[in-house]
C-alpha cells in the first residue's frame, strides 16, 4: 500500500481560501474521513499519523507539549467488508484515550452509525439500513445478510442475531458518538450544516444528512466546516468548508486533514 501526505499552503480544489482559520494555539488536530468498514485502510492512516507526531515532536522544541487531537467524522460502519474491526480498532483506541495515553479522540456520528442504531431499536422501520451497507456490517459479525427484508420476522431475526454477536463496548463506542465537535476556528460534523441556521439551533437530520443547499453555500458559517458524507476524488478545501471523504471502500483512499495553527496537511493512503 502506497501512501500519500500533501501539504496545503491555504488552497485547493480549484478555489482560493479567503479565511485564515487557525485550530487552538500549539494543538495537532487530525480529522479523519469515512472509514466505511476499511480497517486496513485505517491501520496504515493511523500508522502515517503516529509517524507525523513523532516527525513534528522531533522537528520542534515545542512539539512534546503539544496536544494531539484525533477527530473522526463518522461513517465508520458499512460499505467495506470490516465493519467489526473498525469498531475494534476505534474502540481500543476511545479506552486508550480515557486512561490518558496517546492523543486525544473524538468521535462523531455518521448517518451510518444512526441507521445501524436505528435498525437495533427497531428493526422493521429501520430496515433500510440493510439496503445500503447494513448487509455488509452484519456479515463482519457473522450474521447471514439480507438485501430488501420487510417482513418482520426476518427482520428481528437479524436484529437479535446481530445482538447477540455485538460487544458491549461496541454498542457502548456507537451510543456515545457525538454530533459535532469545534476546535478554534473549525467546526467538525459529519455531513454539514443548514446555512443560516446558529450552530446550536442545527438539527441532527441536517449534521448527519445533509447536502444542499450546504454544498453550494459559498457563506461564511462563522466556522470554518470540516466534513464527510460526500465522496470527492481528492480533498476539497473550500473557503467556508473542507470536505475529506475520499470514499475509501471504492478508491482505496482514506484521508485525513492535519491541522496546526493555520498550517495545514492532507495524509491519505492510496491502493
Known amino acids: 500500500m502506497r501512501s500519500l501526505v500533501r501539504r496545503l499552503w491555504g488552497g485547493g480544489g480549484g478555489r482560493d481560501v479567503a479565511r485564515v482559520a487557525a485550530g487552538p494555539a500549539g494543538w495537532r488536530i487530525y480529522a479523519v474521513g469515512d472509514v466505511h468498514g476499511e480497517r486496513r485502510r485505517l491501520e496504515a492512516l493511523l500508522t502515517m499519523i503516529t509517524a507525523d507526531i513523532a516527525a513534528d515532536i522531533a522537528g520542534d522544541a515545542d512539539g512534546l507539549a503539544a496536544p494531539s487531537v484525533l477527530v473522526f467524522l463518522g461513517d465508520y460502519v458499512d460499505r467495506g467488508a470490516e465493519s467489526r474491526g473498525v469498531l475494534d480498532i476505534l474502540c481500543a483506541m ?107 439551533h442545527q438539527s441532527q437530520d441536517d449534521l448527519l444528512w445533509i447536502r444542499e443547499p450546504f454544498l453550494s453555500s459559498r457563506r461564511d458559517h462563522g466556522k470554518v466546516v470540516v466534513h464527510g458524507h460526500t465522496v470527492v476524488d481528492q480533498p476539497l478545501i473550500l473557503a467556508n468548508r473542507i470536505c475529506i471523504d475520499t470514499g475509501a471502500y471504492d478508491t482505496g483512499r482514506l484521508t485525513a486533514l492535519r491541522l496546526r495553527g493555520t498550517d495545514r496537511h492532507m495524509i491519505q493512503t492510496e491502493s
Not at 442504531?117 to 459479525?141: C, H, R
Request: some cysteine; glycine content about 12%; overall charge neutral.
Open 94 to 200: 476511545a479506552m486508550t484515550a480515557a486512561r490518558g495515553d496517546g492523543p486525544v479522540c473524538r468521535f462523531l456520528l455518521g448517518n451510518h452509525e444512526a441507521a445501524m442504531l436505528a435498525f437495533i431499536k427497531d428493526p422493521v422501520a429501520g430496515a433500510g439500513w440493510l439496503n445500503f451497507g447494513g448487509a455488509e456490517t452484519l456479515a463482519s459479525y457473522g450474521v447471514t445478510p439480507s438485501v430488501g427484508v420487510v417482513d418482520r420476522a426476518r427482520c428481528e431475526s437479524l436484529r437479535d442475531q446481530l445482538l447477540a454477536r455485538l460487544p458491549p463496548g461496541h454498542r457502548a463506542f456507537l451510543q456515545s458518538l457525538e454530533s459535532m465537535v469545534v476546535l478554534g476556528d473549525y467546526l467538525f460534523v459529519h455531513a454539514g450544516i443548514r446555512p443560516g441556521i446558529a450552530l446550536e
